[in-house]
């Protein structure tokens, strides 16, 4: 079993920058591919970003392609979303889960973290 926990959300402005982190437990980390969703308040959970086992391989939903950036550091069992211009339609709750193999679909993924919250004001 994997625990995780997110932090480093927070409040921006509007073309700000946030990296949220997301600590892993457990010896098996680097077996899981990892990825980010968000889900805004009256809005399903949405894919984000999903990075490989090795991190070699990234995958990004067209909302955030080219702003954010996943990565992840086996060594420290954490996963990383650095985000850059942030914009008034990405504040959300945002989670990371692991995942067997790379995936868009949430309903694949294995473990859930309780998410961090990110606001942008304009």
């Known amino acids: 079993q994997v625990q995780l926990v997110e932090s480093g959300g927070g409040s921006v402005q509007a073309g700000g920058s946030l990296r949220l982190s997301c600590a892993a437990s457990?010896?098996?980390?680097?077996?899981?591919?990892m990825g980010w969703f968000r889900q805004a308040p009256g809005k399903e959970r949405e894919f984000v970003g999903t990075?490989?086992?090795?991190?070699?391989?990234?995958y990004y939903a067209d909302s955030v392609k080219g702003r954010f950036t996943i990565s992840r550091d086996n060594a420290k069992n954490k996963v990383f979303l650095q985000m850059n211009s942030l914009t008034p339609e990405d504040p959300a709750l945002y989670s990371c889960?692991?995942?067997?193999?790379?995936?868009?679909?949430?309903?694949?993924?294995?473990?859930w973290g309780q998410g961090t919250q990110v606001t942008v004001s304009s």
């Open positions: 889960a692991a995942v067997s193999s790379l995936s868009i679909a949430r309903y694949e993924y294995l473990y």
């Open positions: 457990g010896r098996t980390f680097s077996s899981y591919a």
């Open positions: 990075i490989s086992q090795s991190g070699g391989n990234t």
